[in-house]
């Protein structure tokens, strides 16, 4: 259990030390561990430079807590790319699902709501099925007190669909695009893919976008929640 005791950062310094690390700049290495935490530094980027040798670990020749923290820096920009990324591809996400939306059933959530303007189909979560989705999302225009949805309800009596967009998470966008009926799937792959799209290559287009919003999605909640980016290995494929 002495791993899990609480250590100080010169104490951390120490054990590191012994492990063979070089350290360029102690006092440097002390600030930067108490401010992103050992495990979150160490723990998480040390994989590429350390050997095992029967349950003990020691550090590659020459290696410094400096290429480390330099790994983790390195992964921590890529993760805000990604995050800023996907902030983009959602907003034009949402843009053209209310704009498709809207074309096809108006801007009334209780007409283009309607289960029957989607296609159901059999899903291994019956949380994700079509009519929960629906109602997931008529239950946030009917009872949201987020703005601007109060706003249009309290003022207009409905919600359109570029406003309820603004509403719901980005899991629960992609749930909702999956059960599009074919004539608004086929707009929004033709906007999104633009003239490359045709009647021969529509079914290649459908499993593409379906896969793309899958790794999104995967990446997306990979970064918001911190993970490790660069080294990462992604359940979902292209």
């Given at each position: ?12 310094i ?63 920009a ?49 949380r ?26 309290e ?33 929004l ?50």
């Amino acid at each position: 259990m002495d791993n899990y005791k609480y250590t100080t950062s010169e104490e951390q310094i120490k054990k590191l030390k012994s492990q063979n690390l070089l350290f360029q700049n102690e006092e440097f290495a002390k600030i930067v561990l108490d401010t992103y935490g050992y495990y979150n530094i160490i723990n998480g980027y040390r994989d590429p430079y350390i050997i095992r040798e029967y349950e003990k670990k020691v550090y590659c020749p020459d290696i410094s807590f400096e290429q480390i923290f330099s790994l983790f820096q390195f992964d921590h920009a890529l993760r805000n790319a990604i995050l800023l990324s996907m902030i983009d591809l959602e907003e034009h996400l949402r843009a053209l699902v209310a704009d498709i939306i809207s074309a096809s059933f108006g801007s009334d959530h209780n007409t283009y709501l309607n289960n029957n303007n989607y296609r159901d189909k059999t899903v291994s979560n019956p949380r994700f099925s079509r009519n929960n989705v629906l109602a997931y999302m008529r239950q946030i225009a009917n009872q949201s007190y987020r703005q601007p949805i109060k706003y249009y309800r309290e003022m207009h009596g409905i919600i359109p669909p570029w406003i309820l967009m603004k509403g719901i998470d980005f899991g629960t966008l992609i749930n909702y695009i999956k059960y599009f009926k074919s004539p608004e799937k086929t707009k929004l792959i033709t906007k999104i893919y633009g003239e490359q799209v045709n009647n021969q290559n529509l079914d290649n287009f459908k499993d593409l976008l379906s896969d793309t919003l899958a790794l999104c999605r995967e990446y997306r909640n990979l970064a918001a929640h911190g993970g490790r980016v660069y080294n990462y290995i992604p359940n979902n494929k292209l």
